[in-house]
């Protein structure tokens, strides 16, 4: 199939690009005592994860939801997985004692409350659950406070049947959105600094920290390159977005979103084919890639539908023409689609299934 | 199933309060000349749509693509369907009439392009298409130009081989975030001058218009109470959201977002696991259904998986609880998710699939 054919909105990837981001990452961790752990919920997609393990220079995979975990373990994409984030609520922790006895398995807890639930489900099913203490380095989000409190947490689970404690980890997010580097690496070394003072007061009391997982794609070479630091969550690297575009990062958008012009109703206007339910909106409107007769053009504002576009009013653009729309988060955006379609040139040589989208498998309700 | 049994985060209808809303819509056109073709794309689900049509008072469904088009056909919901939205792009014509051959098909049109392809794709298939002319009522996203270009379009149909011009639309978008009712009131009749202008010029150069539709839930009894408006599209009113909740309407909430707390890293502060892969973020954060200990509660940011919530510092809220979120707009929220779960009381009754979410079916690729 001709690229031109795939039916629109979709979602479609340039294999080259993609091959070149993998390319860059694993160059720099081979490099590196620290390794790539790739965050899967970037892409939740198998035929993209296997080609950044293939590439090397990874422990393993990160996901963000047990439904992940589920699809990385029945993929057998690698033999370790870390669900970088707590885990509650109705059958979630039974779900990955199932992961668990797939594949080695490390979640990460923050409190007696996710430790306790974890503990429960390891023993119900006989197995054991490794987990990192996820320690909050600054992103107002999850993570139990730095120091002692981190500390007592890593003690408790040490000492908790059906729970090995394997380490530590802390997402510095709120460093990711820091457009200059210099500001980015101060940010993210203070940061680091809570995440490793921490660890050393577990060693000190004797406690195994084997794993000390942090950083994204921003700030991939910031944290990969601290001493301390085993390994690396970053995810959009592999596609990039808009946003992470930044001039002091070797990645190149490998990811577009193709439209079809459904309505010219004004010289200065036209309405695309991908609206709110093709892509995420939380960053704002999709850049356009410039295209003759698009060159001045920009998003208005999306609709659930629709792309609304200005044009310069001697746009020859027409309805049934296609553009391709640059979305600034991958991820959400990703979530919304069941396939991916992938490129080589104007070739379609493969649809891969964005198979960890939604939350439960849906043949198990 | 009880409903705190759910798996988290989960859509979750109260059947009894849709029920009570699908009831107002069906009372007031009941007592009507016009009548209701509810939007289909607000939940994309076969079993809400058997129950609003079962109501009675309904013309058929509104969808707004083909691939919703393609499950309301295949799920024999109504004898006629409108795709109020302009299709253009590799196959969707083409499907649009297999649609065709399963039920009566009616297409918006604003173009030449418009026209044109469909009428290609209705003659290929041997069969008949209606369109509708979507005329420009003032939402500046598509819709040809009111008066003498809708008329010229119109004309142009009536003459088409494989066409039957069935009459005109038009989408007053624009006036539904108004929540003043006299203002809105206003716009709306000024954008349906608008539209029952150009019918009637239609209709002085003897062009066929059976169907003039137009509406939405915001403006179900001022548009739909106005003479020459034989339809009205409306689609949120049967679950609503938080948006739409005017003190003018008499639809209620039927619609939450079941999450549970993941993690309380400061007093202040805790995250739940439904963020931004679980609802659509375009008309801001979700509000918090009151429960002890939440009712000062607000969202302050979503991530990918988390929903970050401020908290009175003496809320005795704990990692592992269950809440309630009321997302700003259903339709891209709904499209996100694979099921609807459907309580009655504390009861799960049943587990109903959003059939028609993405745009293309699976097993066609």
């Known amino acids: 199939m001709k690229v031109n054919k795939i039916p629109t909105p979709a ?49 393993g995979i990160t996901v963000a939801t047990v439904r992940e975990a589920e699809v990385v373990a029945r993929e057998r994409l690698c033999d370790e997985i870390l669900i970088a984030n707590q885990i509650l609520g109705p059958g979630k922790a039974d779900r990955a004692a199932v992961v668990a006895k797939q594949a080695s398995l490390i979640v990460a807890i923050d409190s007696d409350e996710t430790l306790d639930d974890l503990a429960r489900a390891a023993q119900a099913a006989g197995i054991e659950i490794g987990v990192l203490v996820d320690v909050n380095v600054g992103l107002p989000r999850c993570g139990i406070a730095p120091g002692e409190p981190a500390v007592a947490l890593a003690k408790r689970a040490s000492q908790t049947p059906g729970i090995v404690l394997r380490g530590a980890m802390g997402y510095e997010g709120h ?68 946003t992470y575009l930044y001039e002091d990062l070797p990645f190149e958008l490998a990811f577009a979103i193709h439209a079809t012009v459904l309505s010219r109703p004004r010289p200065d206007q036209c309405a695309a084919d991908a609206g709110l339910k093709a892509m995420a909106s939380d960053h704002g409107v999709p850049a356009i890639a410039p295209l003759p007769g698009m060159e001045d053009a920009t998003v208005l504002f999306l609709s659930d539908e629709h792309c609304t ?29 069941d396939v991916l ?25």
Request: charge should be neutral; include cysteine; proline fraction near 5%.
């Open 175 to 242: 460093v990711m959105g820091i457009r200059d580097r210099t500001e980015r690496e101060e940010k993210a070394h203070k940061s680091m600094d809570r995440l490793l003072s921490t660890v050393r007061m577990m060693r000190d009391e004797g406690l195994r920290c084997e794993i000390v997982s942090a950083g994204g794609t921003c700030t991939f070479d910031i944290t990969g390159g601290i001493e301390g630091i085993t390994e690396v969550q970053a995810g959009t690297y592999v596609l990039m977005d808009n």
């Open 309 to 337: 576009i200005s044009l310069p009013a001697d746009s020859t653009i027409r309805p049934g023409e296609r553009i391709k729309l640059l979305p600034p988060h991958i991820d959400p955006t990703i979530n919304m689609h």
């Open 11 to 59: 979602l479609v990837v340039d294999i080259a690009a993609m091959e070149r981001n993998i390319k860059h990452a694993a160059d720099y961790f081979a490099a590196r005592q620290s390794k790539l752990r790739p965050h899967f919920k970037a892409h939740k997609t198998p035929e993209i994860a296997r080609r950044q393990l293939a590439a090397g220079s990874c422990t």
């Open 341 to 365: 379609y992938a490129v080589e040139g104007d070739e379609v040589v493969e649809i891969w299934p964005v198979a960890a989208r939604g939350y439960v498998e849906q043949r198990s309700i």
